[in-house]
């Protein structure tokens, strides 16, 4: 989809000192949102008209070194075709020097969730809405449904293919409120043939919620949990307020 995010290796067995690993996560985290070409440095995202190709060249050209430039690639909503653009990175961006940390729920192992895991023969397809695309949806690969029953309610949720790993797009009653509005990103975790485990402690703020140069897919109806899941990431933190970028 062109917004691939950041992974952070999540083993498939059960860790003695699960607040000890969550809390190393958390320190993780903060070093990928802040890094060169972290969440954070994303100053722009440059578009090329239909049918032109990136030329890094001449995008990195009297940049300043703490400037980083990288392609991106989606699909046209309108002709299907691929369209190009560039990334502009900045490792000393207004948000990366305003950065306090991200607020956080307290670790609680209740929301550590053992779920069922089916694939789906072929690639299925759903559609997502995205934040950027003024109600237009693009097509997520689904290779399979999660199926588990949180406070007497089942769900079947669906996480799509990201590079590999299954990303849930959650919502849920915080939203807008305690956490960020769009919903927030899940890495799920396979623990077993026909068996995954969604752990909320580590449920994250999108990419959107860090720089307003990213185009996130928001939470389709099926992952919109009924109660509030106070667990995981909240808000970004800014000191002096939000930066000019967001």
Same mark, same amino acid.
């Given at each position: 989809?062109?917004?691939?995010?950041?992974?952070?290796?999540?083993?498939?067995?059960? %860790? $003695?000192? *699960?607040?000890?690993?969550?809390? /190393?996560?958390?320190?993780? @985290?903060?070093?990928?949102? &802040?890094?060169?070409?972290?969440?954070?440095?994303?100053?722009?995202?440059?578009?090329?008209?239909?049918?032109?190709?990136?030329?890094?060249?001449?995008?990195?050209?009297?940049?300043?070194?703490?400037?980083?430039?990288?392609?991106?690639?989606?699909?046209?909503?309108?002709?299907?075709?691929?369209?190009?653009?560039?990334?502009?990175?900045?490792?000393?961006?207004?948000?990366?020097?305003?950065?306090?940390?991200?607020?956080?729920?307290?670790?609680?192992?209740?929301?550590?969730?053992?779920?069922?895991? %089916? $694939?789906? *023969?072929?690639?299925?397809?759903? /559609?997502?809405?995205?934040? @950027?695309?003024?109600?237009? &949806?693009?097509?997520?690969?689904?290779?399979?449904?999660?199926?588990?029953?949180?406070?007497?309610?089942?769900?079947?949720?669906?996480?799509?293919?990201?590079?590999?790993?299954?990303?849930?797009?959650?919502?849920?009653?915080?939203?807008?409120?305690?956490?960020?509005?769009?919903?927030?990103?899940?890495?799920?975790?396979?623990?077993?043939?026909?068996?995954?485990?969604?752990?909320?402690?580590?449920?994250?703020?999108?990419?959107?919620?860090?720089?307003?140069?990213?185009?996130?897919?928001?939470?389709?109806?099926?992952?919109?949990?009924?109660?509030?899941?106070?667990?995981?990431?909240? @808000?970004?933190?800014?000191?002096?307020?939000?930066?000019?970028?967001?």
């Amino acid at each position: 989809m062109g917004e691939t995010v950041s992974h952070t290796a999540v083993s498939d067995q059960p %860790t $003695p000192d *699960p607040a000890g690993a969550w809390e /190393a996560w958390r320190a993780e @985290r903060r070093r990928s949102v &802040t890094s060169p070409t972290g969440n954070l440095a994303l100053v722009e995202t440059r578009w090329l008209p239909a049918g032109e190709r990136p030329d890094l060249d001449a995008a990195r050209a009297g940049q300043p070194e703490t400037v980083t430039v990288t392609t991106v690639e989606r699909t046209d909503l309108v002709t299907g075709e691929p369209e190009y653009g560039l990334r502009f990175w900045d490792a000393q961006s207004p948000a990366i020097k305003d950065f306090d940390g991200v607020d956080t729920f307290p670790y609680d192992p209740a929301w550590v969730l053992e779920a069922d895991y %089916t $694939p789906v *023969p072929g690639a299925r397809r759903v /559609a997502f809405e995205h934040i @950027r695309d003024n109600g237009g &949806t693009r097509d997520l690969v689904v290779p399979g449904d999660i199926s588990l029953t949180v406070d007497d309610r089942d769900y079947t949720l669906s996480a799509f293919d990201d590079d590999g790993t299954l990303l849930l797009v959650f919502g849920d009653p915080t939203n807008g409120d305690s956490t960020y509005g769009a919903g927030r990103f899940l890495f799920v975790t396979h623990t077993g043939e026909g068996r995954v485990r969604l752990d909320f402690n580590r449920a994250f703020v999108p990419p959107c919620g860090f720089s307003d140069q990213y185009n996130c897919p928001m939470p389709p109806r099926q992952n919109r949990f009924h109660l509030p899941v106070e667990a995981g990431e909240k @808000r970004p933190v800014f000191r002096g307020g939000v930066p000019a970028q967001h």
